[in-house]
């Protein structure tokens, strides 16, 4: 018999995978996808089988150890997808696997050996360690195991696991703690028929009711869901035990922080434009996607949650993508409200050993429903019959390190490969996205809110010609806008105000010779923050106490110039004493829990004022809000990237759909000094698809994306002359591949970056412009051959979201 051997996956940064030998015995268990224990040096890591039968290397292979998986923890299609992300976007598989799955699954993660009762006693070595485990209390390590018996024990072990004698589990590093577990309601039997319920629960209507929800929930539920969010008693729950309609089971209990937030039930019907979207999400062939492009408060995410019904109803899973997690609280309510414990929420605040837990829940098809930020789109659903991503033109979707992924991108090859259909959901879409309308993405409109609610007016206040009060400092307050604040106190109702810069002045000035503070470490000048007092880097978190004097003349007075949220928080605390004011950005928000602290706070009526950055402009959906403030509409409009008008108009087209959600309906006052730009004037008509008509134009020439698109590559490194001629040779490099293979790419720089240094690293940027498959080649050959290691580094991004 000849040797076979497999190429495995390590959550390193190599640039090939490693190929092992495949022991006999392993054969049935080393397939694509599953876990293997595999010596690397001196260690002993948990790798991912990715081909199987590879030919021999060319050195001796070490051999594979053990193969835990009794069916591969992996899944064909997500291994196919992670195939394409690592071609795609140039990164190594290791990496981009890495990215892909919980860590607590593999790398550093033990392999622990559990007793199984019952089996058939082996006599020798195998029955030492077995009654070695049992006087452990029926578990241990296997590296303990190991130490115990002073040699390797993965022979022995695999030949337990063989006859059922022991289970090889894979546990992360970090939990030791045991399982907890919980109470959970399941329906038994065949469903009756309608004419059997109504003798089944003659005049026991709130029995049926639970029969029925528990039905609608997939035929289980957590008995805590049940009565806490559903509102059932136990009675009601030990009735339909009773009956022999239901059992009680106590299962492993996955411990999950947003599992006490409030499961809010969703509105029961839909209106016909819901319905007409609704229906043409169902006749979506599989593989195909759809637009959902509906104006704020339309009514997207009911849409979401009953095509997500549908699909489970066939037996099969969902994901649901949302920009941050943290800020989407209401979004994950009104999934829990609909599904409860169907539902896996993956969020960053998850330990290693949760993660890994919900990873599990979903792969044995106990969980269907995923969502969370963007690596929830690798989620392990098995028969993954549906994607969406809600609010789809958001940058955060894209990773920003190695696989430079962009979870949009990604759900639409993962819905080609396992015949999902795909929904993208946005009030004021991306380009690309709109591009790709006319090619096979159907658009689906929702072009009013809901109860035939306005949307609510957007007046431009023209900051160098309006009337302003005075004593506000640096701060520039209209009058209109202070009157609207005075009267929305008045009404008791409540008030948002968008400043999208944190901290307290944006930077400090001398107002005798100039100097401005700048990070020693980044190019960029130090914003001024108040309690604790200090200068502080937004880019690198440098920190440094305010200075007395200009370090260059000496001269005492200092200038703080533009202004931040802590600072608008200071000056409104003493011009509306009366108000109740919170703030949230980054400062108030580092906590886990911070965002929902506030806004639930807010929503509840807590908070008069809510200033905050981008982060208030989000999915928030306050029917009090009648007031919507935009302090400085131009923060962000002439950055040197060539999506800040259209990050301008989604961040006011955003912010303004907070205004007027309920009955007593709302406005919007935007502060700006440059009201003739076109992400403006579009943004106070609501006007989504004027600005994405007037924006294509100005990408045709020079053009951007979506008429071309686009690979950055960025060089950095310490030294400033060693970085700029390595970004020369990149840029020469790409020119010759071009030259050679006549591939149509225009090579644009070496430039510095608009940051040109960040973390003490100086950077430049090589752009290349043409289209997709020839730029696909460049980056195949750029992964092999520019991004090797050293003091220089070459980062390749493709589809960057920014430039800067
Ligand atoms: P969008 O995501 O499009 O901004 P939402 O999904 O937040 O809008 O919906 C806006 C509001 O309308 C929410 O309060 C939601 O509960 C309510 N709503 C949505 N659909 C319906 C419906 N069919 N009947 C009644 N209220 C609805
Ligand atoms: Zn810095």
Request: with cysteine; glycine share 10%; aromatic share 6%.
């Amino acid at each position: 018999m000849t040797a076979r051997f497999a190429r495995v996956a390590l959550p390193l940064p190599l640039a090939a995978p490693y190929t092992y030998r495949i022991p006999e015995a392993l054969g049935d268990r080393v397939l694509p996808g599953a876990r293997v224990v595999v010596p690397v040096r001196a260690r002993e890591l948990i790798g991912i089988v990715l081909e199987i039968d590879t030919p021999a290397p060319e050195a001796e292979a070490r051999e594979v150890l053990a193969a835990p998986d009794p069916t591969p923890a992996l899944p064909e299609a997500l291994l196919a997808t992670a195939r394409w992300i690592a071609g795609y976007y140039g990164s190594p598989i290791g990496l981009t696997l890495k990215a892909m799955l919980p860590s607590g699954m593999w790398g550093a993660s033990q392999v622990v050996a559990v007793r199984v009762a019952g089996a058939p006693e082996p006599g020798g070595l195998a029955g030492q360690v077995r009654d070695w485990l049992e006087q452990q209390g029926g578990e241990a390590t296997v590296a303990g195991a190991a130490r115990k018996f002073r040699r390797p024990l993965w022979d022995v072990l695999a030949r337990l696991a063989r006859v059922g004698a022991v289970e090889l589990r894979v546990v992360p590093p970090d939990t030791g703690a045991g399982v907890a577990t919980e109470r959970v309601v399941v329906l038994t039997g065949e469903s009756p028929t309608l004419l059997e319920r109504d003798t089944l629960f003659r005049r026991r209507a709130k029995r049926r009711r639970l029969y029925e929800s528990l039905e609608s929930l997939g035929g289980s539920a957590q008995v805590r869901h049940v009565v806490d969010q559903l509102g059932f008693s136990e009675a009601v729950i030990a009735g339909l035990a009773g009956q022999g309609l239901a059992r009680i089971e106590s299962v492993e209990r996955v411990r999950d922080p947003f599992a006490d937030m409030p499961a809010v039930p969703p509105p029961d019907t839909l209106t016909s434009r819901q319905a007409e979207a609704l229906a043409a999400i169902e006749r979506l062939a599989p593989g195909a996607s759809a637009l959902l492009f509906g104006v704020t408060g339309s009514g997207k995410t009911l849409v979401y949650l009953e095509a997500v019904r549908r699909v489970l109803a066939r037996g099969r899973g969902a994901i649901v993508l949302v920009p941050e997690i943290g800020l989407t609280p209401q979004t994950v309510s009104r999934l829990r409200g609909a599904f409860g414990d169907q539902v896996a929420v993956l969020h960053s605040a998850l330990s290693d050993g949760e993660r890994a837990d919900a990873w599990r829940l979903l792969r044995r098809g106990e969980r269907r429903v995923a969502v969370g930020a963007r690596s929830a789109v690798f989620a392990p659903i098995a028969d993954l019959g549906l994607i969406v991503v809600d609010e789809e033109h958001e940058a955060s979707y894209k990773n920003g390190e190695a696989p430079r992924y962009h979870a949009r991108d990604v759900a639409a090859v993962r819905a080609r490969l396992e015949g999902a259909a795909l929904v993208l959901g946005s009030a004021t879409p991306s380009l690309e996205t709109m591009a790709r309308t006319g090619q096979g993405l159907e658009t689906l409109r929702l072009p009013h809110r809901i109860g035939s609610r306005p949307l609510p007016p957007v007046e431009l206040v023209d900051l160098r010609v309006a009337p302003k009060v005075t004593g506000t400092g640096p701060l520039a307050w209209s009058e209109a806008l202070d009157q609207a604040i005075v009267a929305t106190l008045a009404r008791r109702e409540q008030a948002l105000l968008l400043l999208n810069r944190r901290g307290y002045a944006a930077f400090l000035q001398c107002p005798d010779c100039g100097e401005v503070w700048q990070c020693p470490r980044c190019s960029i000048s130090l914003t001024v923050h108040r309690a604790p007092d200090g200068l502080r880097c937004h880019y690198c978190g440098h920190e440094e106490p305010l200075p007395f004097t200009c370090r260059v003349c000496a001269n005492p007075v200092q200038q703080m110039r533009g202004i931040g949220t802590q600072q608008l928080e200071r000056v409104l605390a003493e011009r509306y004493p009366e108000a109740r004011i919170a703030r949230m950005d980054l400062d108030t928000t580092s906590t886990k829990w911070g965002h929902q602290r506030i806004l639930g706070e807010f929503e509840v009526g807590r908070i008069d004022l809510l200033i905050g950055t981008q982060m208030v402009a989000k999915g928030l959906d306050f029917p009090n809000v009648t007031l919507v403030g935009v302090v400085d509409a131009d923060t962000g409009l002439y950055l040197p990237d060539f999506r800040s008008a259209e990050r301008t108009f989604q961040l006011l087209a955003q912010v303004a759909g907070r205004a007027g959600r309920g009955p007593k309906g709302g406005r919007v006052l935007v502060q700006t000094r440059h009201p003739t730009h076109h992400a403006l004037r579009h943004a106070a008509r609501h006007d989504a698809e004027g600005f994405i008509a007037e924006e294509l134009s100005l990408r045709r020439e020079p053009p951007y994306p979506p008429e071309t698109s686009l690979v950055n590559l960025i060089v950095s490194g310490p030294d400033q002359s060693a970085t700029g001629s390595r970004a020369a040779e990149v840029a020469d490099w790409c020119q010759g591949l071009e030259d050679r293979y006549r591939l149509g790419v225009s090579v644009l720089g070496p430039a510095p970056c608009p940051l040109a240094r960040i973390k003490e690293r100086w950077r430049w940027h090589v752009l290349l412009k043409g289209e997709g498959t020839a730029l696909g080649r460049i980056v195949r050959y750029a992964a092999r051959r520019l991004t090797q290691a050293g003091p220089v580094r070459v980062i390749l991004d493709r589809d960057p979201v920014t430039l800067l």
